[in-house]
Structure formats: C-alpha cells, structure tokens
C-alpha cells in the first residue's frame, strides 16, 4: 500500500511560481513512475508532467517550459516547481504513482488545489 500526500498549493498572481511536493510512504517509490495531473472544473482530468525511476521526465503541452518536475528517492518526495503561471493553470492537482506492467501498483494523492488569480 502507498500513501501520496500532496502539498505547496494555494493562491497566486498570474506570472508567479509555486512548488509542490508529494511525499510517499510504503514501498516502491524508488522503481515508481511518479507523475503530477490535474483537473480543472468541468474538464478532464489532464497530466501535467511525469518522471520515470531512472529520471526521465515528460511535459503536457501546456507547461512545457514552465513546469518541472524532479524527484528525490531519498526522501520518497517528487515535486512539481511551476513558474510563470497563467490563469489556466487554475486546478486541482494530483499526485500519481505506479508501476507499469503492475496494475495493482497505482495510487492517487488527494490533491492540492492551485489557484491562479489577480
């Protein structure tokens, strides 16, 4: 069983930057995928970047360049540094872990919302 606890969301002005960071407990984490998605109200659940165990790393569209994502094995945290928010950026966001090829090894954070607002 993994735990995901989400954390660093709030409110911001368009242009500014947050970091969030999501801590896992359990096994795994280390050979996990862990990926950052959110969802905005009355859209789709969308991802927003993902890191693999051996680091590589991938960008939604809409972030590229602006978001990164980094992980710290050590600490079983990865983070999501946002820069130059936009007000669609706006959404709740979620923390994700799994292991591809394990099914059953795929857990959810309650998410954190961000808010992007003048």
């Known amino acids: 069983q993994v735990q995901l606890v989400e954390s660093g969301g709030g409110l911001v002005q368009p242009g500014g930057s947050l970091r969030l960071s999501c801590a896992a407990s359990?096994?795994?984490?280390?050979?996990?995928?862990m990926g950052w998605y959110r969802q905005a109200p009355g859209k789709q659940r969308e991802l927003v970047a993902a890191?693999?165990?051996?680091?590589?790393?991938d960008y939604g569209d809409s972030v590229k360049g602006r978001f990164t994502i980094s992980r710290d094995n050590a600490k079983n945290t990865v983070y999501l540094q946002m820069n130059s928010l936009k007000p669609e950026d706006t959404a709740v966001y979620f923390c994700?872990?799994?292991?591809?090829?394990?099914?059953?090894?795929?857990?959810w954070g309650q998410g954190t919302q961000v808010t992007v607002s003048s």
């Open positions: 994700k872990s799994f292991i591809p090829g394990i099914p059953s090894h795929a857990y």
């Open positions: 359990g096994s795994g984490f280390s050979i996990s995928v």
């Open positions: 890191i693999s165990s051996g680091g590589a790393t």
